[in-house]
């Protein structure tokens, strides 16, 4: 009898500390540890994939801008390009739209965009797109039609640069495709 005492009190300390973690490792707590650290790589994804979001949506309401800016219909030119493009790139399609009303051209329709991708680093990036302008027709204000450029009549690449400013994604200057993206 005199070994059992500390055998007993050995098996109740043992058996205690098996039940503390069962119950800890078993408990049903949804509210998590406020200051348990998120997994960088998912941040670090969700804020890539968010970024590329945002662009694709900024690049669509540009060329929405450019569409009604060469229609003829638009007042304010550099109005639409507000919050799209830098102020650069919104004077190029603002001198574009100007030329083409001083010349009495208007654009009817509108092109249909595809293939887009989008390449974020850090703060910029680019973006490009395959343009089809064949449903994009140039033509006289007095409704005469004018032949597209050769190389508008078909399929072709666009790529513009894109910037953050002040927590917004820019359209910023188009870049020469080159010869690495096919449509």
């Known amino acids: 009898m005199n070994g059992s005492f500390p055998r007993t009190g050995w098996r ?5 500390v098996s039940i503390a973690v069962v119950a800890a490792c078993s408990g049903d707590d ?10 960088t790589a998912t941040v670090t994804q969700d804020a890539a ?9 900024v690049f669509d309401d540009f060329i929405v801008a450019v569409v ?21 790139t919104t004077e190029l399609n603002v001198g574009i739209a100007s030329r083409y009303a001083d010349q009495g051209i208007v654009r009817v329709g509108e092109p249909v965009i595809s293939d ?24 006289l204000t007095t409704g005469e039609t004018i032949p597209p450029a050769e190389e508008l009549s078909t399929p072709h690449p666009v ?13 910023g200057d188009p870049i020469e495709p080159g010869g690495t993206i096919t449509c």
């Open 12 to 16: 109740f300390t043992v058996g205690l």
């Open 30 to 39: 949804d509210t998590g540890d406020p200051a348990s650290p998120t997994p």
């Open 49 to 57: 994939a968010q970024a590329e979001e945002q662009i694709r949506t």
């Open 68 to 88: 009604e800016a060469q229609s003829g219909r638009a007042d304010d030119l550099a109005g639409l390009f507000e919050g799209l493009a830098t102020d650069e």
């Open 116 to 139: 887009v991708n989008v390449q974020v680093v850090d703060r910029s990036g680019v973006v490009s797109a395959c343009m089809d302008e064949s449903g994009w027709a140039p033509q």
């Open 159 to 171: 790529v513009y640069e894109v910037v953050e400013s002040g927590g917004s994604w820019l359209i």
